[in-house]
């Protein structure tokens, strides 16, 4: 049977199927040695081998013990810190972290950057964040002592005072919200609010150029405290959100365009 040229077209399989195009072949990073010390060396942690505020053993005792360089284990060392696993301090042995809030935020936070700027990013993010707070809010009431109303009452004077003010008052603001999350006195939530100021900061600048929207923010920033401070849990859960909402409905769709002047 005469062969076919290189460039002739394929004949169709007897089972009437196409073919799949071959995939092109693709580089396999080989796995480095310090990943695996790594591997090795958080599982222990993880399972107490190394318990938290233990230090580990020495750069030549992790050399001797499994073999590798310095430079290996200096590498294991530092991918582990970044995990927040470990801290490392010139001239002492590393040392176990304990469970880091602010850590895991950190980690999320180029995640949760990039998400904000996606199609329904904001909306998404919002729905969130009411969650978060309004449940913070309720606690709020629940537990504040007199000195924590005491300091919440001296955000909101200074929010009052900053209106006009639009870098000022995105200070005062996340202030006055950070203030709630610390009576509550809960790790977790104080970092997430912590993390709102920097993943919102650009939304939050474009938002307040909105005529009238710091007055608003400020009317709505005391109402909260006030149900915080008459230890009403529901009013404050349902102020919060209602500060949210309303926030939500001007937030922009692209946080780097100019609002519109319109009075809210």
């Not at 977790?188 to 100021?197: E, H, L």
């Amino acid at each position: 049977m005469p062969s076919q040229p290189d460039d002739a077209p394929e004949s169709p399989p007897e089972d009437g199927h196409a073919t799949p195009p071959a995939r092109a072949r693709r580089a396999v990073r080989r796995r480095r040695m310090h990943e695996e010390l790594v591997e090795v060396l958080a599982e222990d942690i993880r399972q107490g081998v190394y318990p938290v505020d233990e230090v580990l053993p020495s750069e030549r005792q992790l050399m001797d013990d499994f073999g590798v360089s310095r430079l290996t284990v200096r590498e294991a060392l530092a991918s582990l810190e970044s995990h927040g696993l470990i801290e490392t301090r010139p001239g002492t042995r590393a040392r176990v972290c304990g469970p880091r809030a602010d850590f895991l935020l950190d980690m999320l936070s180029q995640a949760a950057t990039f998400s904000l700027r996606q199609p329904g990013g904001l909306k998404i993010f919002a729905e969130v964040r009411e969650l978060v707070e309004s449940g913070t809010a309720q606690l709020a009431a629940e537990r504040a002592t007199d000195d924590q109303i005491e300091i919440l009452r001296d955000r909101i004077s200074a929010n009052r005072a900053a209106i006009g003010d639009t870098r000022l008052f995105g200070t005062t603001d996340i202030d006055f919200h950070l203030a709630i999350a610390e009576i509550v006195d809960n790790p977790i939530i104080s970092s997430f609010f912590r993390a709102v100021d920097q993943w919102l900061q650009e939304v939050r600048d474009t938002s307040l150029r909105n005529e009238g929207q710091m007055e608003t923010a400020h009317a709505a920033h005391v109402k909260i405290f006030e149900a915080i401070e008459a230890r009403s849990p529901d009013r404050a859960a349902a102020e919060m959100r209602a500060h949210l909402r309303q926030l939500a409905r001007i937030y922009p769709t692209n946080p780097d365009a100019t609002p519109p002047r319109t009075r809210t």
